[in-house]
């Protein structure tokens, strides 16, 4: 069962996705979690997603993923677990909020919110790591091995 969880090839391209990725990812989380790079924290953030309407419960599992699942990302740990769950993160993201603003990210400040192209480009990243795991200098494969 932890062979194919955690198994995958050494394929660098894969590590420079999956890190890249993390990277992200973490930043995001570490603003809603810590209050770091201009975020409001925990307290704060869970503040913002309940006036949006989102129960605590969710809040506290978008937060939980960004922060963990970037970690788990950057080091390689539990790659397709957390790659699900970022691919879930945006699939909310998408249907609940961005999906009526279009495709395009709002670059110029012309539409009323961000589009969806980006929360694509997350997805196929998620899934490329989804179906390959963590490729080259990941956690996963020095337990896998």
């Avoid at 770091?36 to 006036?51: I, L, P």
């Avoid at 998620?126 to 337990?143: K, Q, V």
Wanted: net charge positive; proline share 1%.
């Amino acid at each position: 069962m932890v062979k194919r969880l955690m198994g995958t090839s050494n394929d660098v391209s894969i590590t420079i996705l999956r890190v890249i990725l993390g990277v992200v990812f973490f930043a995001h989380g570490a603003q809603k979690m810590l209050g770091w790079f201009g975020g409001f924290g925990f307290h704060g953030t869970m503040g913002a997603f309940a006036q949006m309407g989102m129960p605590a419960a969710l809040a506290l599992l978008v937060i939980c993923t960004e922060f963990f699942g970037g970690l788990g990302l950057i080091v390689g740990l539990l790659t397709r677990i957390a790659s699900l769950g970022i691919a879930g993160l945006m699939v909310g993201a998408i249907f609940m909020v961005h999906l009526h603003n279009g495709f395009f990210m709002n670059w110029m400040g012309t539409q009323k919110g961000e589009g969806i192209e980006y929360h694509l480009l997350v997805l196929a990243m998620a899934a490329a790591l989804l179906l390959r795991g963590g490729g080259a200098c990941s956690l996963d494969r020095a337990i896998a091995d």
